[in-house]
């Protein structure tokens, strides 16, 4: 597994195609709330398995503070660390940018999974696209 920083048209296009089959397909949030404005501000991420596109994430830069969104891993990817490669890109690229801090928005029942690579609640519960949220912020 390989997880790359979007360089090309290609890529994005790969990144797309995972979160559509995750988060729209699988999850049925309306594709106009998983493609959103922020597409264009954001540094995307996608990972590889043999070829193939199995996970992707986004990363933006928000009053300096490092905001991980859209992580995701196709359904029979799962188990195998992907998500965890995904992050430890992600969190490799902020430090290099010069951001020690990360938020992202997870959904309930991923929490745990964010719980053991650092991250803490900092938030109630609140509802985005449909389904329960709660943020979490890590310092790298």
Known sequence: MTVKVVESQQELEDAYKVRKNVFVEEQHVPIEEEIDQFEQDAVHFVMYHEDMPIGAGRFRIIDGIGKVERICVLEESRKLGAGKAIMDSIETYA??????????????????????????????????????????????
Do not use: C, R, W
């Open 95 to 140: 430090l290099k940018n010069g951001i020690q801090k990360l938020k992202l928005n997870a959904q309930t029942h991923a929490i745990p999974f964010y719980e053991k690579i650092g991250f803490q609640v900092v938030s109630d519960e609140f509802m985005d696209a449909g389904i329960p949220h709660k943020t979490m912020m890590k310092n790298v």
